[in-house]
């Protein structure tokens, strides 16, 4: 792998001249398992959930359900073969994320050119490390000489001269970043995945939740922990909006002893809210409670605060982060439906019959949400991701007739 300043402005040449690993080689696997040994064994990433969820994802069983996954997408009468050169522009606030993009394009064969960002610290910088140690090793040269990673800063000459060379361009990021790089020319032949801003939410059934017992009551708790403050509720996936199904009756009792339960299983995960994150949920709480007719703002901790709404006709879907949720009492979640927009993504649930899932899918037709996953999965990564399978965009599928021979 090559980290480095990208200098001068030309495509990069390692990629190129990569050799042709086949979906799934098994020099690709054994360097996705190396990887995952050595994450779960850094000492400084052993905290870290995010890092530890990656490493899980690289485990031998893991992708051996990705292969499986992929096989069944061949048939008798079609081959799944790499694009070429996958260009890879990931975000800068959510830590693993280029680890996702590219390794899911490795996974298939694809030459790889990621673009590091130049902020990229911290937690990120110290995965990019160990891939780099790990792709360093000779027993893993023929996948490090098919993965170029660079670093520059907003320079379209760049961008223009990477993407000139690629034949699949992934953008992740917010709205007006993906605008911008998309003005950025394209090879006629090749295709573009756009994930930009996104909105997300989730749905829990108040009667099942009152139904828990405490110590359930906590583990839900958790589990949604886990999907809000992980990369401090800046991840697209993470939720913002609560929606509690059933009557006002069951729903305010639910929602009390729900959010102190949060705060609590923030507060063990050492999340603390900075002085300007703060200042941030209380602005923002104000602006939704002349904008959205907010009828209370609860301040649970100074990580939690929860905004209530009457009703979900006026929510803006503006958020800074931090632990700032909205909540709303529906009474199904077929009444979610009229409110949603393209924008949303992920909705996370709790205490809903897997048939109502589906069925709410089909009545969603298309406004809104992609994943529809239980409260604790929110970021747990999948091939398929914002409506796209990653492995058919990854590759192109050959048509090979088999009559007539």
């Not at 042709?20 to 850094?42: E, K, M, Y």
């Not at 993407?163 to 911008?180: E, I, N, Q």
């Not at 632990?323 to 809903?352: K, M, N, Y």
Request: glycine share 6%; hydrophobic share 50%; net charge neutral.
């Amino acid at each position: 792998m090559t980290v480095a300043t990208l200098e001068p402005v030309a495509p990069a040449a390692a990629p190129t001249v990569a050799p042709n690993l086949a979906p799934f080689d098994a020099r690709t696997l054994a360097f996705t398992h190396a990887l995952s040994r050595a994450l779960a064994a850094d000492a400084s990433l052993r905290r870290e959930g995010a890092v530890q969820a990656l490493a899980f994802w690289l485990r031998p069983a893991e992708t051996r359900a990705l292969e499986a996954h992929f096989r069944a997408l061949e048939g008798p009468d079609a081959v799944l073969v790499p694009r070429g050169t996958v260009f890879h522009v990931p975000p800068s606030n959510v830590d693993t994320l280029f680890v996702y993009s590219w390794i899911v394009s490795l996974l298939v064969g694809n030459r790889n050119i990621v673009r590091l960002s130049q902020r990229l610290g911290g937690v990120g910088a110290r995965v990019a490390e160990v891939a780099e140690a790990v792709l360093s090793a000779p027993a893993h040269a023929d996948v490090a000489a098919g993965s170029t990673f660079v670093r520059y800063g907003h320079d379209d000459a760049r961008t223009a001269a990477l993407s000139a060379a690629c034949d699949v361009r992934v953008l992740w990021g917010g709205d007006a970043a993906v605008t911008r790089l998309r003005a950025v020319p394209l090879p006629p032949h090749a295709i573009e995945l756009t994930f930009p801003d996104r909105y997300s939410a989730c749905a829990l059934d108040a009667g099942a939740y009152l139904a828990l017992d405490s110590a359930a009551r906590d583990a839900l708790a958790d589990r949604f922990a886990n999907d809000a403050f992980w990369f401090d509720q800046n991840a697209c996936a993470s939720p913002r909006l609560v929606a509690w199904l059933g009557d006002a009756a069951h729903a305010r009792p639910a929602g009390d002893d729900f959010w102190p339960r949060v705060a609590t299983a923030a507060s063990r995960r050492g999340v603390y809210a900075e002085p300007g994150t703060v200042l941030a949920k209380f602005t923002e709480a104000a602006r939704a409670a002349l904008d959205e007719g907010a009828t209370a703002v609860v301040r649970v901790s100074p990580e939690v605060t929860v905004v209530q709404l009457p009703a979900l006709d006026a929510l803006r879907r503006v958020a800074p982060g931090g632990g700032l949720f909205h909540e709303v009492v529906l009474p199904s979640l077929g009444a979610l439906a009229p409110h949603l927009t393209r924008r949303d993504q992920t909705l996370t649930v709790f205490g809903i019959a897997p048939a109502a899932l589906r069925e709410a899918a089909r009545l969603f037709n298309g406004r809104g949400i992609d994943r529809i996953v239980p409260v604790g999965q929110a970021l747990a990564f999948h091939h398929v991701w914002d409506g796209y399978d990653l492995f058919q965009q990854f590759t192109r599928r050959v048509h090979v007739e088999p009559r007539g021979w």
